[in-house]
């Protein structure tokens, strides 16, 4: 057998650092870069190499194939078809005719009758960068899809990978859980860390949720919402820590302190978002009364959605309740939350939207025995008319898949949304169903459309704020606050001028729950420098402007005084804790001569304007559908007092967080209590399935 030097991916790299648990730094001998891992997991390195260094990578895939050539020619016989081109590399067996782990004709197995036995393939061996590049996309799909990491020891997944790539040797449960996920997570914190010491403002949302289960648990989530340097906003889940039903008050906030610090985000977040703590209300899903819509269970469904409760009122058991304390725990949150927080807490516009909407359909118990009757229609003509005839109604919208029947489920948006296709198609579906399948009288179809085009504008500010998802291309896209009063205006103007026989509790109902959560927010300064900082709206909404200008310059005073500092007591060095200024443009060295120029017009001084010199030049401007940030970014040097406060008041969130949305996923099948998964592995599946992006694009 040749005899081949053993080659590492660490020979094109200069390793500078080796710490405890086997945790090293090295620089790259081409550029220099700085990798951090750990020596066990060297997909950095890897990486790396194929995406900077294409003639390193390949140099390193050669001396590899070399190196298994070398070993395998003794024992390995390269058989040819379809011209003489080599497709497959299998052992040759000197055993009498079927003997073997390959029997078979001529010696050579078929893939159904070796199975995972071909023990003549030479198997990679851990560092081969084709088995970390396979590793590495398992790791990716076990995140991405919130699989259980118990999916790689499934023989159906084992055979899978055999079947394709039958040298690739699969890891074990415990090596991804111990080494590939932790490994992950923490490059995922390094990048955090380095986004966020470089970010121009920023604020933060908490998330909490409680179990509502015997076995009380739960989990807090800090989120970071910040202005990068190409002024976009972005946002890193900073982390995701487990709670217990005896974490009191006191311990959520240090340990939100302790993530703050340990960012580098203490003294610099320009505002908390983060819900008020009522002691005995339970959130569960905001559905219409009555309009029932179980799934189609497949195979893979068969539980896991009627576990969730789609009673859509109020026997509805939700696992986590968002925001929520245990149940019977007496301390008295509220208080202690608002002093731990302080006044830069404001509540998440998209909860207390739904918390309206919830509210005005909990009054209207009549409207629930017509919404029963409209939803057994709806199930029927989902199973048994043919596709092509619904898709003349639902227009290109396809009812019936997996992601739209969850959200019909447990979502009063795309509820409504389905019951206005009906009613408008109504006809046409009685036509093609069959006669008897659906007959509703005409005060029932009068109800349903006074129900539909009341919660219109409410389904409109909602797919304003989370996104429309049959339209929206960036479902994950950021949207500010600068929205939130604008809608509550428009809200309050339909409320008062819709007239409706039908439903006067309804509307009665959402008008003061209106008044009661969202109307405080016409009032609050924050709201108001939002919004009229956002320059699709400016001050076209008051109907006082001078009042609010004043307001207006107020906030603004405030936020101007003083730029927040970076914390400094960090182990970050002290050149990435700096908050990066815009680059002065260039000047010409050459000077301008007195009289051979002296044709030329002098231009006259710059002087700086004051706060209030720029807030009059800027509202003389006509409103524009400009992009907030982009508009901010290109007058920062015509409006530099009101775009440093534009970029910090933009980076609170008006929707919920990636992470809140993750959870409601991930409970589904990875609660531990349902003994899928330990909760240590939940956290870290969690923390990089929100940091997708910033680790893996």
């Known amino acids: 057998m040749a005899s081949v030097s053993k080659v590492s991916i660490l020979d094109y790299f200069n390793i500078v650092f080796e710490g405890e648990n086997g945790k090293i730094e090295s620089n790259c001998k081409s550029c220099g870069t700085r990798i951090q891992a750990k020596r066990s997991v060297t997909s950095n390195f890897v990486t790396h190499l194929k995406r900077k260094h294409p003639a390193m990578y390949d140099d390193f895939v050669k001396r590899k194939d070399m190196k298994r050539e070398g070993y395998s020619s003794a024992c390995l016989h390269t058989f040819a078809t379809n011209g003489g081109n080599p497709r497959f590399t299998l052992p040759v067996t000197t055993g009498a005719a079927g003997g073997g782990a390959l029997g078979g004709v001529g010696g050579v197995g078929s893939l159904e009758e070796g199975g995972g036995h071909r023990t003549g393939v030479t198997k990679f061996d851990r560092h081969d960068p084709r088995q970390v590049l396979i590793s590495e996309a398992i790791t990716k799909m076990i995140v991405h899809d919130l699989q259980p990491v118990s999916i790689v020891e499934n023989q159906g997944f084992r055979e899978l990978l055999q079947l394709l790539e039958p040298r690739y040797t699969p890891e074990p449960q415990h090596y991804i859980q111990g080494q590939l996920l932790p490994a992950y997570a923490y490059q995922a914190q390094l990048a955090t860390r380095q986004a966020i010491a470089s970010a121009h403002a920023l604020s933060l949302s908490l998330d909490l949720w409680r179990s509502q289960t015997q076995t009380a648990s739960g989990y807090l989530g800090v989120t970071c919402h910040y202005l990068a340097s190409d002024w976009q906003i972005r946002s890193a889940l900073l982390a995701c820590l487990p709670l217990t039903c005896s974490s009191s008050v006191r311990r959520v906030l240090a340990d939100f302190d302790e993530v703050c610090h340990s960012h580098s985000v203490s003294g610099r977040a320009f505002c908390v978002v983060a819900d008020p703590f009522p002691a005995t209300t339970t959130v569960r899903p905001c559905c219409l009364p009555g309009f029932l819509v179980p799934p189609l269970l497949s195979n893979r469904q068969d539980d896991d959605l009627t576990d969730q409760g789609l009673e859509n009122g109020s026997n509805a058991e939700q696992w986590i309740s968002n925001g929520h304390a245990c149940n019977g725990e007496d301390e008295d949150w509220g208080e202690s939350w608002e002093q731990g927080l302080g006044v830069c807490r404001v509540d998440c516009f998209s909860r207390s939207l739904e918390q309206c909407v919830r509210e005005g359909l909990c009054s209207s118990p009549q409207i629930s025995s017509t919404l029963s009757k409209v939803a057994r229609f709806y199930n029927y003509i989902t199973s048994a008319v043919p596709p092509e005839k619904l898709m003349q109604v639902f227009e290109g919208w396809m009812p019936g898949g997996s992601q739209d029947i969850q959200d019909t489920s447990t979502d009063w948006a795309a509820q409504h949304k389905v019951l206005r296709r009906l009613l408008d198609s109504v006809e046409f579906l009685e036509e093609i169903s069959g006669p008897g399948e659906m007959s509703l009288s005409g005060s029932e179809r009068a109800l349903l459309r006074e129900l539909v085009d009341i919660l219109e504008p409410f389904t409109e500010a909602w797919d304003m704020v989370h996104g429309d998802a049959q339209k929206d291309t960036q479902p994950d896209r950021h949207v500010s606050i600068s929205l939130a009063l604008p809608c509550v205006l428009g809200l309050r103007k339909h409320l ?155 980076t609170i969130p008006a929707r919920d967080t990636v992470v809140e949305n993750i959870f409601s996923t991930a409970r589904r099948f990875l609660l531990p209590e349902r003994g899928h998964i330990l909760p240590k592995n939940l956290e870290t599946l969690i923390y990089l399935k929100a940091n997708y992006k910033l680790l893996w694009t």
């Not at 509790?505 to 008044?515: F, T």
Request: charged share 20%.
């Open 496 to 650: 008062s001028e819709t007239s409706t026989p039908h439903c006067p509790a309804l509307l009665l109902s959402l008008s003061q729950s209106l008044e009661r959560i969202l109307a405080p927010i016409l009032e609050k300064p924050l709201y108001i420098t939002a919004t009229t900082l956002d320059p699709q709206f400016k001050l076209t909404w008051s109907s006082n402007p001078e009042w609010h200008k004043q307001v207006l310059i107020g906030e603004l005073s405030k936020h101007t005084r003083a730029s927040p500092q970076p914390d400094l007591n960090t182990d970050l060095n002290s050149q990435s804790q700096t908050i990066p200024t815009p680059a002065q443009s260039p000047v010409s060295s050459l000077s301008r001569p007195c009289k051979l120029f002296s044709f030329i017009k002098q231009r006259p001084a710059t002087q700086a304007k004051s706060l209030e010199q720029e807030l009059c030049v800027y509202l003389r401007e006509e409103p524009t559908d400009e992009e907030a940030l982009h508009y901010w970014c290109r007058k920062a040097i015509d409006f530099p007092l009101l775009a440093q406060v534009a970029k910090r008041a933009f």
